[in-house]
Nanobody
Framework: QVQPVESGGGLVQAGGSVRLSCAAS????????MGWFRQVPGKEREFVAA????????YYADSVKGRFTISRDNAKNTVYLQMNSLKPEDTAVYYC????????????????WGQGTLVTVSS
């Protein structure tokens, strides 16, 4: 059973940058589109970004477009999220999973959710 393992979060000032990583434990992400999601306590998890298996197409939520970049290294079985120009409203626990869907669409994640990685943006 594949388990996503997220890392790279931390405390950063507004306007700063962070790069998150998502590695596959117990298997691979082979053949899967991958995505990043985030969740603030008390709110629903929301879609952030997606990338195809080949990496040739990406898709972003409007709230992060132009600031975040999703990428992947299939040889390393790892997906990344480069987060620039961070804002306090980006504060959340960030998760990755496969076959992502934008908000408003039914989504059944193929893998169990990992622990996530907390990003805190101070103003």
């Amino acid at each position: 059973q594949v388990q996503p393992v997220e890392s790279g979060g931390g405390l950063v000032q507004a306007g700063g940058s962070v790069r998150l990583s998502c590695a596959a434990s117990g298997g691979t992400f082979s053949g899967y589109a991958m995505g990043w999601f985030r969740q603030v306590p008390g709110k629903e998890r929301e879609f952030v970004a997606a990338i195809t298996w080949s990496g040739d197409s990406t898709y972003y939520a409007d709230s992060v477009k132009g600031r975040f970049t999703i990428s992947r290294d299939n040889a390393k079985n790892t997906v990344y999220l480069q987060m620039n120009s961070l804002k306090p409203e980006d504060t959340a626990v960030y998760y990755c999973n496969a076959d992502p869907k934008p908000d408003g669409y039914y989504y059944s994640p193929p893998f169990d959710w990992g622990q996530g990685t907390l990003v805190t943006v101070s103003s």
